[in-house]
């Protein structure tokens, strides 16, 4: 027997390949009229279609969203969107670009519609963050939650691969984490489970067929899934961890994801069994930590931190960082214990 709060997060979801033609009237119902359409640079042209199929419904498109949200971004944007009188934010793209839609929603309390092309998973929950003098801020405020989200599988066919395998993974870790989370609930640990059941299976497919259609429904269904569960459900060790490298020594955020989770999971593995259960059984192996590793391995990620600009002189420092304030993890989160978690990353030793 065991005591749980379960807290819903109110937001609507249309899923399918095509999904984008309900845009004009998913806007409709949430009574906006002069939406301002938001993406990173490289996803401009994309962008553009979406601003041409809305006509009079767009109010102009901002195309400067960037990694981790830079506070001069958020408030260009924020000006933007004020002059230009918008009463809602589409954001078209990764977690980046929702995020920035989250920074202008923070202060203008302008609903979002999120139409993700990323397995990121920002796009379900309430997180925001805003990167300001090197550091990043984050916090929860339920006003950039996203009102709506269209999940159109035809937009991530043209993820390229490897950016594909990474930010699926970085899905799956929401998934792993929420499992041990101490506020998980049994609803959250099904939707992790099948989440990572649904990423795992497909993302392989995904490596020999970056444009077949079920395995990218399968991987963004999957996302949604993980996107549901870090939103409603504190992450522990993997995420910390995550945060400290790519705040402190600016290393890509996806992929520093995936080769920390075989080791974070590992670090785990005694103190939250019946996570590494349903883990196992999610990708149908006997250890859960090895199995990620080896599927990382198949999707052909980046296994070492070494590879992807840590470096070793460093990991005593972030082992300090990471371990400096006390926060929740099934296991005991100790210096010792982290370094060497670190040190296997930086190495890229299987774990057993
Ligand atoms: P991203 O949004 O930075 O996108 C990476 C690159 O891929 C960009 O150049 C983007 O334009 C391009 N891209 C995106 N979709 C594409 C597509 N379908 N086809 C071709 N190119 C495409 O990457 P991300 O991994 O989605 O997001 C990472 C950011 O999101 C990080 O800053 C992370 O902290 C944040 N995040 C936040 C939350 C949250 O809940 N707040 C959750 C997950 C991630």
Redesign the pocket.
């Known amino acids: 027997m065991k005591n749980f709060v379960y807290n819903g997060l109110p937001s609507r979801v249309v899923f399918g390949a095509g999904a984008l033609a309900k845009l004009p009237e998913e806007l409709d119902r949430l009574g906006a009229k002069r939406a301002l359409v938001l993406?990173?640079?490289?996803?401009k042209e994309?962008a553009e279609s979406v601003k041409r199929a809305l006509g009079a419904r767009a109010s102009g498109l901002y195309d400067k969203?960037?990694?981790?949200?830079p506070i001069d971004i958020a408030e260009d944007a924020r000006r933007v969107a004020r002059e230009l009188g918008a009463d809602a934010c589409v954001t078209v793209?990764?977690?980046?670009?929702?995020?920035l839609g989250?920074a202008i929603a923070l202060t203008s309390t302008l609903p979002i519609l999120a139409v993700?092309?990323?397995?990121?998973?920002?796009?379900?929950?309430?997180?925001?963050?805003i990167t300001e003098g090197g550091a990043?801020k984050?916090g929860r405020d339920v006003r950039v939650l996203p009102k709506t989200v269209i999940y159109d599988v035809n937009?991530?066919?043209?993820?390229?691969p490897g950016?594909s395998a990474?930010?699926g993974m970085?899905a799956i870790a929401?998934a792993v984490e929420a499992l041990y989370s101490h506020e998980g609930n049994p609803v959250i640990s099904i939707m992790a489970e099948e989440g990572i059941r649904a990423l795992a299976s497909a993302l392989p497919r995904i490596m020999d067929d970056p444009k077949g259609l079920d395995s990218r429904g399968d991987a963004l269904y999957g996302a949604w899934l993980c996107?549901v569960v870090?939103?409603s459900a504190g992450m522990a060790l993997h995420h910390k961890l995550c945060h400290v490298l790519?705040g402190s020594y600016n290393l890509p955020?996806?992929e520093t994801h995936s080769i920390v989770l075989p080791h974070a999971v590992r670090y785990n593995q005694e103190a939250a069994r019946d996570a590494m259960r349903r883990i196992e059984r999610a990708l149908g192996a006997s250890n859960a930590a090895s199995a990620i590793f080896d599927l990382e391995k198949t999707l052909k990620l980046p296994l070492r931190l070494a590879d992807i600009g840590m470096k070793e002189a460093d990991l005593e420092r972030a082992a300090r960082i990471a371990t400096e304030a006390p926060y929740p993890n099934p296991r005991k989160v100790e210096y010792a214990g982290v370094l060497e978690l670190l040190r296997n990353a930086y190495a890229g030793r299987r774990p057993s």
């Open positions: 993406s990173t640079p490289e996803q994309s969203a960037a990694m981790h949200v793209g990764g977690g980046s670009t929702t995020g989250k993700p092309t990323t397995y990121a998973g920002s796009e379900m929950t309430p997180i925001y963050g990043k984050t937009l991530t066919l043209s993820l390229p950016l990474a930010s970085n929401h996107g870090l939103g790519g955020h996806a």
